[in-house]
């Protein structure tokens, strides 16, 4: 389930030269300097106020036991850790990595970290992902067993689509549940997903402002929805439990072809049959 370095964007940072074929390559933790911890124990300084208000309940209590305050996570810490709640561990890696190789770890419940953080002056906004976004906004919820469930069937359905040409459905599921899910909880709405929790702006908007769509998640819908890679997101999905987004891999190897052979919905765009959440 190895993916070959052409299908990735060109020019990414991450050091792929030194990576195995797996593109997993060592932490290096005792290498990061104080400068690189600096950066993180500001950017984690800046997202730990907003959670208590904005943050999913099963979000901070990953976050409470993997306590990542100090400075970067040493991976092999965070993943004894991790292994005893849900069985998952990390594997560093030097930023984005090919679909195929991406799904084969998720479906071994290896969770890919990528190695470098954001320079100073990108504190606000980095292209890639770098560890911050993967640690800090992934990891924490791989401590909750439905989610952590979920991610590994997920990554065993990236093989299936990837043999039926469905991938940017199942990319559009991973952006919208994964990157950018909103959760439910006792009549208000949380945020869940890593791309919204490593921003500041986006956990803000994501939760509070009236600007986006928030819609009931619904598999056939997510599916279709297409999306902005660098701008605050016009639409979210919410779910109640995170049992249902592990209930709905159960459907989804059907619904992928028709997904894939469906006309995608612009961002932002209502369709039939939406159920806004007020
Ligand atoms: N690689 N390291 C890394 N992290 C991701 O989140 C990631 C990836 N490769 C592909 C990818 N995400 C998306 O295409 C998913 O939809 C598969
Ligand atoms: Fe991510």
């Not at 797996?22 to 997202?47: C, G």
């Not at 208590?52 to 100090?70: I, M, N, S, V």
């Not at 999306?227 to 979210?236: A, C, H, K, R, V």
Request: cysteine-free; proline content about 8%.
């Amino acid at each position: 389930m190895e993916g070959s370095l052409q299908n990735l964007p060109a020019g990414l940072r991450g050091d792929y030269a030194s990576a195995r074929a797996d593109f997993t390559l060592p932490q290096r933790w005792a290498d990061y300097t104080p400068a690189e911890h600096a950066t993180w124990r500001t950017l984690h300084a800046r997202q730990a106020a907003l959670l208590p208000q904005h943050a999913a309940a099963a979000y901070r209590e990953g976050l409470r036991q993997l306590d990542f305050a100090e400075g970067i996570p040493d991976f092999a810490l965070t993943s004894s850790r991790l292994r005893a709640a849900t069985g998952w561990t990390l594997v560093a890696v030097p930023g984005l990595i090919p679909d195929g190789a991406f799904f084969g770890h998720l479906a071994e419940r290896h969770f890919p970290v990528t190695r470098w953080i954001r320079r100073p002056e990108e504190l606000d906004y980095v292209v890639e992902p770098d560890v911050f976004h993967d640690a800090f906004g992934h990891v924490p919820l791989l401590t909750q067993p439905d989610f952590a469930d979920f991610l590994e069937a997920y990554g065993r359905l990236g093989e299936r689509a990837a043999r039926i040409g469905a991938l940017k459905p199942l990319a559009r599921l991973y952006w919208h549940m994964v990157e950018f899910g909103l959760i439910r909880e006792s009549g208000l709405i949380r945020a869940y997903g890593a791309g919204i929790l490593s921003s500041s702006a986006e956990t803000v908007h994501a939760t509070t402002s009236r600007k986006p769509r928030r819609l009931r998640f619904d598999a056939r819908r997510v599916l279709r929805s297409d999306y902005f890679i660098d701008d605050l997101q016009p639409t979210y999905f919410v779910i109640e439990s995170y049992a249902e987004l592990f209930g709905a891999m159960r459907e989804l190897p059907s619904l992928l072809e028709a997904a894939r052979d469906a006309e995608p919905i612009p961002p932002g765009a209502a369709a039939p049959g939406d159920q806004p959440i007020t």
